[in-house]
């Protein structure tokens, strides 16, 4: 762990690499903006102050740090391997987005930017920037695509409710990667006042990284948690997440890197199946290397780089790219990922309602289905990781939808 | 030499500035937008600004990503819009092609067989708005290696410090985008604008050529006038956009090309 020159933690480079992933990709308008950011994040991430103040809103607002969870009769009904979930579903807001979100808010502060400009897919990263903005009085203009606003009617009105201006983005197809293309054009246009607030370890440097650094609580707990319940030193034997863009993978993944015993799968979401139709958002098993967004990284693209639209039965896991620290993960080996269908986290979603009361995000059902393959191949004493990075509540007009429940009836 | 600088030479010595335009390749189709390019110089185009289409186009407003997809929604690749810069190349062997468009395309097909191609095609120079001085070694170094120009993108936020960085291996010109934002939302103000161009100027022998919110022959004969020369986009491509026929979209030009040449 200490040897520097072997550790998987050490990225990106200088000019935000991490192998041939990342980099900078952005029109000359907005690279002196990402210099900017990545000078006052490198001087945040030193100074205690920031810190200290980063601690407390998390202890105190977000209700960090988040349990984890031994699903014990999930864990009986697989018969293999034990599984522990981290509940980041429990913080406020409802999933991990919060975690980056305050870092970035704390961030736009020090650098007295009072516009807060997002973009969002399913809604969580809109209400978590939304819910942070009106903590702190400043601004709030949140992308979302327009088929995204029309599916995801609770979250948009909870933004509206804390004060955001939700602006539906009618340019391409209306979904999450041009949510994120109409909130780059607004920060090109509003360069003085504004600060973009990513939601995940995507875009240009210094964004991958220090989204993964605000997300790594997560990890950072898990490595505290678990010797709590197995004895000193224990480490997990897998962790597992579901990825769209992949931050909250990135977060439980990041702190572990440097272990060699730790096992790290990535769950992709694969819709119909990944196939040549591309009905799926699966960027690392179905896509191949590109520039979109900033960075350098695996895209769902045609034969003449266009880039294509994903599909997936989640909104937080249908976006065509995927963070490039991933794609350098799975090129070199370190991390492996897998694709999961619709189907089979529908059917996910339902075993963790029913086994452990727990009403599962779209997201991590992903995950969670690809725990229910593996465990029951693996013996008792394998432990596994998995974050629950999101509650269920957002989908369960879709899961009815998918069920073919219709909840205008009472019964 | 490339074209580029053969025509900006050409200029100097007449004592002209120069008009640029742009349109998107294959906007409204193939044929129609091969029409409209081939009929460009005659309008009074100095630099012909050829759009290579792409799905996220970050950094234009409505006006031109509507250009792209409805060229897209007609098929076209980037192939294509090499072929249409071949076919114009059989009548026009002086007007300078400039490229403009975003990184993946090329990216995907590969460098090295890009630039090959782009070179057999005509083409003299690319822009690719999401390639920033810091990525040169990905396309900025190889294509003036082989003989293409680099022209790069200086902004209001491209301040002195950075300034040397931008101009560092730019070739053939410097195109100074004259309002912070997408091309077509902002209108540009000579007055603002002219301050600006002097200090690029006082920093570099390459032609400085202003756009974005260009959209009248007064305001192309103002920005022309402070710069060495204007170039309009999305006011012509609206107009394209609008369904009108080749000929009024190069009556149309032509107005805008006439407002730079009497700067």
Redesign the interface.
């Known amino acids: 762990m200490d040897d520097l020159f072997n550790s998987f933690m050490n990225g990106p480079d200088e000019n935000g690499r991490f192998g041939d992933f990342g980099g900078r990709f952005v029109s000359e308008t907005l690279m002196p903006l990402i210099l900017d950011l990545e000078e006052e994040y490198e001087r945040a991430k030193v100074d205690p102050e920031f810190h200290a103040e980063m601690d407390d809103l998390w202890k105190h607002y977000v209700g960090r740090p988040s349990p984890l969870y031994y699903a014990e009769r999930m864990t009986e009904a697989l018969g293999g391997a034990k599984i522990y979930l981290k509940r980041d579903e429990l913080n406020h807001t409802g999933a991990h987005k919060i975690n980056n979100v305050l870092g970035q808010i704390l961030l736009a502060r020090r650098m007295g930017k009072t516009r807060i400009i997002a973009e969002t897919g399913a809604g969580q990263h809109g209400v978590a920037t939304a819910t942070v903005c009106a903590r702190f009085g400043l601004e709030c203009i949140v992308y979302m695509g327009a088929h995204d606003v029309e599916r995801q009617a609770p979250n948009v009105f909870r933004m509206k409710l804390l004060g955001a201006k939700v602006v539906p983005v009618t340019s391409g197809r209306g979904t999450l990667k041009d949510a994120m293309n109409d909130a780059l054009r607004d920060w090109v246009t509003n360069v003085r006042d504004t600060f973009y607030c990513i939601g995940t370890v995507a875009g240009p440097h210094p964004y991958p990284a220090m989204v993964r650094d605000f997300q790594a609580i997560i990890g950072k707990e898990v490595r505290e948690q678990l010797p709590e319940h197995e004895g000193e030193g224990r480490l997990p034997d897998t962790i597992i997440a579901a990825i769209g863009g992949g931050s909250n993978a990135m977060g439980l993944f990041f702190p572990f890197l440097d272990d060699d015993s730790v096992n790290i799968v990535g769950v992709e979401a694969g819709g119909k199946g990944v196939n040549e139709k591309m009905e799926h958002c699966a960027s690392l098993t179905g896509g191949r290397p590109g520039v979109l967004h900033g960075n350098r990284t695996y895209l769902l693209q045609d034969d003449d780089g266009q880039i294509l639209e994903g599909f997936s039965i989640s909104a937080g896991l249908d976006y065509p790219g995927i963070g490039p620290e991933h794609s350098w993960l799975h090129d070199i080996g370190r991390a492996q990922y897998v694709s999961i269908t619709d189907t089979e986290a529908l059917e996910a979603f339902q075993f963790c309602c029913t086994q452990e009361g727990i009403i599962p995000a779209l997201e991590p059902s992903h995950a969670l289905a690809h725990v229910m393959k593996m465990a029951p191949t693996l013996p008792k004493d394998h432990i596994i990781v998995m974050n629950m990075c999101g509650r269920g509540d957002k989908d369960i007009f879709t899961v009815a939808k998918a069920l073919g429940v219709d909840m205008s009836e009472s019964d | 030499m490339t074209r580029i600088d053969a025509k900006f030479a050409a200029l100097k010595a007449e004592g002209k500035k120069a008009f640029v335009s742009y349109v998107m390749a294959g906007d409204p189709n193939y044929e129609q937008s091969l029409e409209i390019v081939k009929g460009l110089p005659a309008a009074g185009v100095d630099v012909i600004e050829l759009g290579l289409p792409?799905?996220?186009?970050?950094?234009d407003?409505?006006t031109i990503?509507l250009a792209g997809?409805r060229a897209?929604e007609g098929g076209m690749?980037?192939?294509k819009t090499l072929d249409l810069a071949t076919e114009f190349r059989k009548e026009d062997d002086t007007t300078p092609i400039v490229l403009m468009g975003?990184?993946?395309?090329?990216?995907?097909?590969g460098v090295d067989t890009f630039l090959a191609d782009a070179k057999a095609a005509g083409i003299d120079g690319l822009i690719v708005?999401?390639?920033?001085?810091?990525?040169d070694s990905e396309l900025c170094i190889p294509a003036q290696a082989a003989g293409l120009n680099f022209i790069?993108?200086?902004?209001?936020?491209?301040?002195d410090k950075?300034l040397p960085k931008?101009l560092q291996n730019t070739s053939g010109f410097v195109y100074y985008?004259s309002v912070?934002?997408?091309t077509g939302?902002?209108e540009a103000e000579a007055g603002d604008v002219g301050p600006e161009v002097a200090r690029i100027k006082a920093s570099t022998d390459l032609p400085v050529i202003v756009g974005f919110g260009i959209n009248t022959p007064e305001k192309s004969e103002a920005i022309a006038s402070i710069a060495d020369g204007a170039v309009v986009g999305s006011a012509i491509v609206k107009k394209i956009g609008e369904g009108e026929s080749t000929a009024d979209v190069l009556a149309f030009v032509k107005t805008l090309a006439d407002g730079a040449h009497r700067a």
């Open positions: 792409f799905t996220d186009p970050m950094a407003g409505e990503q997809q897209l690749t980037l192939q975003y990184y993946n395309p090329i990216y995907s097909r708005v999401d390639l920033p001085p810091e990525e790069r993108l200086a902004t209001p936020t491209t301040d950075r931008v985008v912070t934002g997408v939302a902002a």
